[in-house]
């Protein structure tokens, strides 16, 4: 799954024609297996509905629970990420429950590319398994236990036939361009298929046993799976004219069996990590360092096989025993490989750049970038470091009890502040790092030397090998810290 952004708006959206009133609830915690809507949200929220629309802008909401920086394992973690559940309850005009809308989401503090500044979570389909059409022999049952210890989920079974399958429908749909699809599956039997306009080639498989897909249709253009105890979010993404319609159906018609599924979401847009370079959270691959400085990426976690390159074989970067969201991955082991669940295999080529040449002291400057998490460059270039003084005078007698103190001076220093500031010059960058040096003039948040700092200054022009020939920016940053602390 990606990391939505908080930096930029996040509509959730509700229309339902019947729709009078939306409760909504927001849970936000730092593990995905904590969930508990018995437990109280972190926010509770209504809103009227005009036209039968209810929309919710909860991104500010979420930066403000969201206060990583206090956090005394942040720098050492460098990832933003938290998880967010949110619940809203769709009322009628007399008070009653339409139907629970859920969305489950990882934030991250960062900023998204132009075209996605606003993030819209809009489920076009019914979460309702009663308002789908089932096949005569599969029996629908409410209040079943779902992922976030409530009982919104819906059971499914065949009525002990051994010889018909699980099947649920749901048509006249009318939905065109790029959208993701997930549902939230649990069931006692391994083989279930989600296929949208009942073509093969719009198809998952899902197999329980390996925990992974069987089968990927030729449209599918990515795929993921999310667990929580016994329960998988299973997840693909489309890019068609038109989808008219989605069935969900088991792989078996031998035995009798039940599924248990829970709130089924088509929302646009691409919400999977599809290849190896999706996971890496920054936007050059290249790093340039020296001998005394050591760089890291930082790589996204995912329900996936993601490795390093060893000195003899692959080492994965993720195991199941592993809860962190993001990782860093050593440079040198190049390069970052990723295989998805039909098998295919990408690498994103992580190259380290040494420099030699250094006859002024290397700085590494860490700062947060649009992907939420703390990257690392280094300045190789010239170095000036200034240190600034604030002080209150006051005059005093230098007669004391009749005696005279030649040593102590009429004019004397009653409080002085003194602040360390430096002047950074990048080095010659290719051009391909502007965007790079965009997001250190766009964070708010920089670390010099793994000291806190601030950067001055509000202008950033950008340079170019056409008009600049070598590329070389200045910051002025001063350090957060006072030499002399007032405080």
């Given at each position: ?72 394992n942040f720098y050492n973690k460098r990832d933003t990420a938290i ?362 948040h920089y670390w010099i030397d793994d000291e806190p700092a601030v ?33």
């Amino acid at each position: 799954m990606k990391a939505l952004q908080t930096r930029s708006p996040i509509h959730l959206y509700y229309d339902e024609p019947t729709m009078d009133k939306v409760n909504l609830s927001i849970w936000v915690k730092e593990s995905p297996t904590t969930f508990n809507t018995n437990e109280t949200p972190n926010y509770q929220l209504t809103s009227e509905a005009i036209n039968s629309e209810v929309i919710f802008e909860i991104s500010e909401l979420l930066r403000s629970v969201n206060q990583y920086e206090f956090d005394k394992n942040f720098y050492n973690k460098r990832d933003t990420a938290i998880y967010v559940l949110c619940k809203a309850d769709l009322l009628d005009s007399n008070g009653n429950l339409i139907e629970p809308r859920y969305n489950f989401l990882r934030i991250r503090d960062g900023y998204v590319e132009r075209n996605e500044q606003t993030q819209v979570l809009n489920n076009k389909i019914t979460s309702d398994f009663r308002n789908w059409t089932n096949s005569t022999n599969t029996n629908v049952l409410t209040d079943r236990n779902d992922p976030f210890g409530g009982t919104d989920a819906y059971s499914l079974n065949d009525n002990g036939s051994s010889t018909q399958r699980v099947n649920t429908f749901l048509g006249n749909l009318n939905i065109q361009g790029m959208h993701t699809f997930s549902v939230w599956l649990n069931s006692i039997n391994k083989k279930y298929i989600i296929q949208l306009n009942d073509s093969a080639s719009n198809r998952v498989s899902f197999d329980k046993s390996i925990r992974g897909f069987f089968d990927v249709g030729s449209n599918v253009l990515a795929v993921d799976i999310f667990r929580i105890n016994f329960n998988f979010r299973i997840s693909f993404v489309t890019n068609l004219e038109n989808i008219n319609s989605v069935r969900i159906f088991s792989d078996n018609v031998t035995e009798s069996e039940e599924v248990t599924l829970f709130n089924p979401t088509f929302t646009r847009g691409n919400h999977i990590n599809a290849g190896a370079e999706d996971l890496v959270l920054q936007d050059n691959l290249t790093a340039f360092s020296t001998t005394n400085e050591f760089l890291s990426f930082q790589a996204d976690r995912k329900f996936g096989n993601s490795y390093k390159r060893g000195a003899n074989d692959l080492i994965p970067i993720f195991n199941n025993n592993n809860s962190l969201q993001s990782i860093r991955v050593d440079l040198f082991t190049v390069p970052l490989e990723f295989e998805n669940r039909d098998g295919v295999q990408t690498s994103a080529d992580l190259r380290n750049i040494n420099i030699n040449e250094c006859k002024y002291t290397p700085v590494k400057v860490s700062f947060i970038n649009r992907f939420g998490v703390i990257q690392d460059l280094v300045f190789f270039k010239k170095r000036i470091d200034s240190i600034d003084t604030d002080k209150e005078s006051y005059k005093t007698n230098v007669l004391q009890q009749g005696n005279y103190y030649p040593h102590i001076g009429q004019n004397q220093t009653i409080r002085k502040e003194s602040k360390r500031s430096v002047t950074l010059n990048t080095g010659f960058y290719p051009e391909e790092f502007n965007t790079v040096f965009e997001q250190l003039q766009n964070s708010l948040h920089y670390w010099i030397d793994d000291e806190p700092a601030v950067l001055e200054g509000s202008s950033f022009n950008v340079k170019t090998r056409v008009n600049d020939k070598l590329i070389n920016y200045t910051f002025d940053f001063s350090y957060s810290n006072e030499e002399v602390n007032t405080i």
